[in-house]
């Protein structure tokens, strides 16, 4: 039998970390992942302290093998960098620190991508509120201003992008170590479903996606982009948080569907944004309203207008309505989103409003290089 969490737990107090507390008392440690007899977990530490954790990884990683029902062991050492005080953030545990101001993007964070001039998140709380189509169709009104957009679609629960753009063929290689992304309706896109097998379990996709989206951000030539949309992974985990903090990111739009349910997983998302202070550069509200093909009649499904009532209470901005019409599911569904294969019709006109208010957004924030300081309770 594996040994559950507080055995391992257990295990580890006999480590001390390099200030001489148990390992345990620190608050590095990741969520610990067993399953099947395989044990992954990570350590958080500040960056500059890194070589004196190594040892200590190492002895974590042969303490854990040598307890009965371990197969196999992975404990990856994150580094990260601090911005004024604060605690090295431990996702897993859930206590969001304040890296201070100038931490991530804007300071200490993750380098930026040579030749992306700016990285955005697309993000939901929950899944299934449109966000993939949602970020393909913002990328191409990004594109109709005259910007050059990449997608990356990170989200290591679902990769949607292959399906979106109805991608069959995988990047070349370059070299043998650099991959070429795809180019599609003037796209330069790339999934993370091209690196992750589908038959890999679920629960080792988390583990997984800070190497698999490292690799997707420093091992493809993405080239010259004004802008790369990330299609993030739905939800406010130790995944979406790392990965929220481990990007570059310049800001982040958060889609919701107008019910109450929803809009709550939305403010998640916005508390996980300001969490890493990466601004939130506003809310689309997806599936908003029902216009009736047939007799032109409005109907308001979901309660139409939560996520602008929404927006203003957390002073976040407004970015605009996406109605619930087939044409937007039909060509989502098929590979040819609306925005590229019906540029005169409504739906079009509606992503490229909001791409620009994104952009305009952007600006601003590139201008001001601090969030709006939002508190809020997830
Ligand atoms: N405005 C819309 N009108 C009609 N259908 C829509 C609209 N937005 C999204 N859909 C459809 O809803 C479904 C879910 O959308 P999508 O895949 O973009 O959501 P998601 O949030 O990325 O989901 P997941 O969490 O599974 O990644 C798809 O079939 C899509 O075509
Ligand atoms: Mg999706």
Known sequence: MAPTKQQILDGLAAISAPDGSPLPKTGTLSDIVVSDGKVFFSITVDAATVKAWEPIRKKVE????????????????????????????????????????????????????????????????????????TAINLALGLRDLGLKVGVLDADIYGPSLPKLLAIKEKPETLGGTRLK????????????????????????????????????????????????????????????????????????????????????????????????????LGIVENMSFFQCPHCGERSDIFGHGGA????????VPFLGEVPLDMAIRETSDSGLPVVATQPDGPHAKIYREIAAKVRDQLQGAGQTRAAPKIVIEA
């Open 308 to 315: 602008r009532k929404e927006a203003e209470r957390l002073k």
């Open 181 to 280: 992304p795809i180019s599609r309706f003037g796209l330069t896109v790339m999934s993370i479903g091209f690196l992750i097998e589908e038959e890999t379990p679920m629960i080792w996709r988390g583990p997984m996606v800070m190497s698999a989206i490292t690799q997707m951000l420093r091992e493809v030539e993405w080239g010259e982009l004004d802008v790369m949309v990330v299609d993030m992974p739905p939800g406010t985990g130790d995944a979406q948080l790392t990965m929220a903090q481990q990007v570059p990111l310049a800001g982040s739009v958060i889609v919701s569907t107008p019910q109450d349910l929803a809009l709550i997983d939305a403010r998640r998302g916005i508390a996980m944004f300001n969490r890493v202070n990466v601004p939130v």
């Open 62 to 133: 042969d303490t854990v093998r040598a307890m009965p029902g371990v197969a196999s062991v992975m404990v990856a050492l994150t580094a990260e960098k601090r911005g004024g005080g604060g605690k090295p953030a431990a996702p897993a545990q859930g206590h969001g620190h304040d890296h201070g101001p100038g931490a991530h993007a804007r300071g200490g964070g993750p380098a930026g991508v040579p030749g992306v001039k700016a990285i955005i998140a697309v993000a939901s709380g929950k899944g299934g509120v449109g966000k993939s189509t």
